[in-house]
Structures are given as structure tokens and as C-alpha cells.
């Protein structure tokens, strides 16, 4: 197998499962503008024109770089950044500090000018933007660019909609009585970065039966997954509350979040693992108000 075939399965790969985790489509070509020849993972918005941006992937032996930048065309994209991150600069600076954690060096590019402190861009007027998103490989095979390269992506997927108010997709139904209740999720069960971020770090197994929709149904079914917010928002009236994805949410399948949406307040994951006879996992992070 070549490397042009190899990064063409990387970036394919990349796409599917950035999608899969972010309930946003993105897809897989290989283009050739402004000086980079290559492969690039694109988002283009489906509700509002000019929120498209590409990921561009420069896939190497050592490392794999990934530069977000916008399509042509999409100065809303940047208008709507630079107001979202002016608004809430905790939020950019807290992805900063989390993508810099699970290991990615991060360049951004404001009016072409690298910054020499990305914690500054909220207090900037910019007409442009990039971030490059830089992540080492662990070993030299195949199977480490593509877990580099999709590090590299979730990285810079995190800071770009970090700036965007996107949401993904998710409705459950209770049947019940006869009657069809619509049950919309939160708005954090729908935030795509927090969603990407949980299932990273959870994976896409349902945590409380221990469903996976791939060894079921195969490829129709890989990475296929629900995420379930365990904070009854209510109780954070009046607070600053930011989601911690890995504290505050967890991946579910369709049946199981649904049969903890049964009762209110919402049960516990692990409470419908006991109801269901399974064994006591690892416990979840706590979620009490005192760690918000």
C-alpha cells in the first residue's frame, strides 16, 4: 500500500469518526489550494452559508499537523468566531488548556500574524483566522498516524467550534400510553465538542449495558452512540456553569437513555446497570454542584 493511499484511508477514517462523534458532517477529499496539496477533512454548515471550514492534513512519519482553515467565502464563520470567543474567553481558554493537555501544540494565525499568546485572541479584531494543531506519532506505523492524525483533528475541531454556536442532532421518543412523547436533549448533549470529547475519552460503547452498535451491526453501526448529560441543569440556576465532558456526560445507547430519561429526576448509569443486573463499573465522576 502507498503512503498517497494510506493518508486517503487516514483522512477518510478521520472524517467518519469526527462525525460520528461530533453529529456534524464532515467529509474526506483531496484538494489542492493555497499552496497545500493534500487531504483535508471539510465541514460546510448545512443551515447557514460561509461556516465551512477545512482541516488540512500534512500526515508524516513523526507527527501529523492539521491546519484549520476557513473555505472561501466564509467571513460569517470568522465574524461569528471572533464574537463567540470575545463573549466567553474562558471557554476558548479552557479548550486551549485541554487540547494542550491530551497533547497537541497549538499555532494561531490571526490576519496572517502568528499570535504570540493564543489566550489573547478574544481581546483581538481579526479579518482572518487558522490554528494549527501539531500532534506527535507514537511508533511509525500506519496505525499510529491515523490515531495522530485524528488527535490532530479533534484538536482543531475543539478550538474551531469552540467559536461556533453548532449543535448536533439528538432526539429520543417515549412511547407511552399510546402516545408519542418528544423528549429533546439539552443543549450540552448537543454541543459537539463536549460530545466529541466524551466519547474520546469513553469510547462509543454504551457505559450503562455495554451495547456496541459495530459488533451488532458491523460497519452500519461503528461508532454510533447517544450522549447523556447527568446534571440536572435546574440545579445550576444563577451559576456560571461550564460542562466538564468527561465528568458531567457519558455515552449511552438509544434504549438506555431513554429508560433513564423514565424518571425524574434522570437515573444514574450505574443505578440502570444494577436494574439491569450488570456488573458495578469503575464509578463515574462525581457531579455534585461543589465541582462545578
Known sequence: MTDVVSDEEIASEAARQISLETGLPFHAAK?????????RVGYQAQVEEGLGFDLLLAIGFRSVEVTMRPTRFSGPLVRAFA????????GWIDQLARVRSAGATVTVYADHEVLSSNAELPDLEYRTLEIECVVRTVGRGIEARRDAALAAC???????????????????????EGAVVRVDVNKYER???????????????????DLSFADTYGDLGAGYIHV???VLVSSYEGETYVVDPIRDLV?????????????????????????????EKQPLPSISTESA
Open 154 to 176: 479533534r484538536a482543531a475541531v475543539s478550538l474551531t467550534l469552540s467559536g461556533l454556536e453548532l449543535q448536533a442532532t439528538e432526539m429520543i421518543e417515549d412511547l407511552s
Open 83 to 90: 464574537a463567540n470567543v470575545a463573549a466567553d474567553p474562558r
Open 191 to 209: 454541543n459537539p465538542v463536549a460530545r466529541m470529547q466524551c466519547i474520546a475519552h469513553y469510547g462509543s460503547r454504551c457505559w450503562a449495558c
Open 251 to 279: 455515552p449511552l445507547c438509544p434504549n438506555c437513555h431513554m429508560m433513564i430519561h423514565r424518571r425524574r429526576p434522570p437515573l444514574e448509569p450505574s443505578e440502570l446497570r444494577r436494574i439491569l443486573d450488570l456488573p
Open 31 to 39: 484538494v489542492s489550494v493555497d499552496g497545500f496539496a493534500g487531504w
Open 228 to 230: 447523556h448529560h447527568r
